[in-house]
């Protein structure tokens, strides 16, 4: 499996963007998405995740009610819409994916594949 972040920039504290994930090889629909970020000197983190047939998502505190993760199976791609962005999200954000469990994973250790990241900069 091969993911392919894409996305990021700068944008202003306040403003949205949109991440996407494409993802090659595999059976896409079965697989749990997730969304990470890494921001500088810190631990990577989970951000929001998606479970592969029945839409499960599940976010971290510090973005509920201002992320939304979604998947399109058709496309092989997830998404993380990011709105009200606060320069605390700024970050290398990764996404990965879990091919062999059956349920959203909160940790680095539940995803077995990840994309190269993409940066976001939000500014004050």
């Known amino acids: 499996v091969q993911l392919q972040a894409s996305g990021g920039g700068l944008v202003q504290a306040g403003g949205s963007l949109r991440l996407s994930c494409a993802a090659s090889g595999g059976t896409f629909r079965s697989y749990t998405m997730g969304w990470f970020r890494q921001a500088p000197g810190k631990e990577r983190e989970f951000v929001a995740g998606i479970s592969g047939n029945y839409d499960r998502t599940y976010y971290a505190d510090s973005v509920k009610g201002r992320f939304t993760i979604s998947r399109d199976n058709g496309k092989n791609t997830q998404y993380l819409q990011m709105n009200s962005l606060k320069p605390e999200d700024t970050a290398v954000y990764y996404c990965?994916?879990?091919?062999?469990?059956?349920?959203?994973?909160?940790?680095?250790?539940?995803?077995?594949?990840w994309g190269p990241g993409t940066l976001v900069t939000v500014s004050s």
């Open positions: 990965a994916t879990d091919t062999l469990g059956f349920t959203v994973g909160r940790t680095m250790y539940n995803y077995d594949y």
